[in-house]
Nanobody, 127 residues
Framework: QVQLAESGGGSVQAGGSLRLSCAAS?????????ISWFRQVPGKEREGVAAIRTGTKTTTYADSVKGRFTISQDNAKNTVYLQMNSLKPEDTAMYYC???????????????????WGQGTQVTVSS
């Protein structure tokens, strides 16, 4: 069964840091080769933030978070992390992780390419 569970969200002041975790079921982690983070603000489309190919550890980032966010994985824990530094108020959103079995490297930040989603964790950054 494909399962993903996010944790680590919270409230922080601008300039602060948070680390989000995406824990995957063993089946999900072994059968999917790409896990990504997305975020969404009410009334706006879901936005890709960062992606990692778990086999090659190849990463992709949205321009808005490059240099501030880092995606990483821990194979022993079936978990993908999103370290968020230098947070800005515009980073406030619900953050979701998602998984797919990718055949290409393209489209890693496109929500419609993903078949499995977690429930989300809220991140609020105050100025």
């Amino acid at each position: 069964q494909v399962q993903l569970a996010e944790s680590g969200g919270g409230s922080v002041q601008a300039g602060g840091s948070l680390r989000l975790s995406c824990a995957a079921s063993p089946y999900t982690y072994s059968s999917m080769n790409s896990i990504s983070w997305f975020r969404q603000v009410p009334g706006k489309e879901r936005e890709g933030v960062a992606a990692i190919r778990t086999g090659t550890k190849t990463t992709t980032y949205a321009d808005s978070v490059k240099g501030r966010f880092t995606i990483s994985q821990d194979n022993a824990k079936n978990t993908v992390y999103l370290q968020m530094n230098s947070l800005k108020p515009e980073d406030t959103a619900m953050y979701y992780c998602a998984a797919r079995r990718a055949t290409t490297y393209g489209g890693s930040l496109v929500p419609s390419n993903y078949v499995a989603w977690g429930q989300g964790t809220q991140v609020t950054v105050s100025s």
